[in-house]
DNA sequence: CGGTATCCTGCACGATACTG
DNA sequence: CAGTATCGTGCAGGATACCG
């Protein structure tokens, strides 16, 4: 496996007087978690068992872009962090059922508004960019 | 610039009968915002700024182990995006400031939950985390 | 079917040097 | 001070091949 899964136990502890002292640190759990968050994949997999159980197939399928390395490493990490249960079936062949656990499911509604804020203003979004682009090419 | 600035209008139309729709795009405008939610300094940049307006070197300074032109080419995506106010004052030696738009605000207020959710549950990741890691050194 | 193991590549990013 | 421009590189991640 490539993935260094650097994990350097919390060098953050947090001086609880300010509750944004997390963004200075380094190595952070903090900013681990959100670094799986902000991972390309791992959303749409939890966004995508939210809703259902699905197979490795299913799930490979509808993410349509993703490589099979990617998936596994995604799902793994997903699995490891405690978001996502793996099911083994001892059939042959094999198959393998995903699900979000109950810790995973708070994060898919945590997640939820951040979405909704992103289809709410991305018309905003898209016109500022044009507008950047207009005076930079202005001058 | 090496940054490709990659645009593709948006091929994502969100056929609104699925809020969730938008995980199975590519150049989803959802995805691209995500992204840069994402980002591993624009959050931090955010957060910073939403308490108060900062200098580029502040910035620098407080963010210990940005280089700068990471922070720039952040702050310049953020000000693209309509995220975050630039302000650059006509003196010598030069002085700009940063701030975050009433746009940057409303996301850094939906961002809130999810850093809350992440400190509280980091305990419960953190012992998921060595669970799988016991399990798996187990066989 | 649901993975691993291996190789290879692009580009994200750091380091460094220069500038208005 | 607050940047740009240029170069070098590590490693994330795709492509491919193989396996229980």
């Known amino acids: ?54 197979r490795f197939t299913e799930l490979k399928k509808e993410i349509d872009g993703v490589s099979q390395r990617m998936l596994t490493v995604t799902l793994r990490q997903l699995e490891r962090d405690g978001l996502v249960h793996r099911y083994v079936h001892a059939t042959v062949p094999p198959r393998v059922d995903y699900s979000l656990t109950d810790l995973g499911c708070t994060l898919h509604d945590t997640i939820k508004p951040l979405v909704a804020w992103t289809e709410t ?15 930079v090419a202005t001058g």
Chains 1, 2 share one sequence.
Request: proline residues 3%; aromatic residues 8%.
């Open 1 to 54: 496996m490539e993935d260094g899964t650097s994990e350097e136990p919390g060098s953050c502890a947090v001086t609880d007087d300010d509750p944004f002292q997390w963004d200075a640190r380094q190595n952070c759990e903090v900013r681990q978690i959100l670094d799986r968050i902000a991972d390309k994949w791992s959303l749409l997999v939890i966004a995508l068992l939210e809703r259902r159980t699905m």
């Open 121 to 135: 203003y991305q018309e905003q979004i898209i016109s500022a960019r044009a507008a950047y682009d207009r005076a």
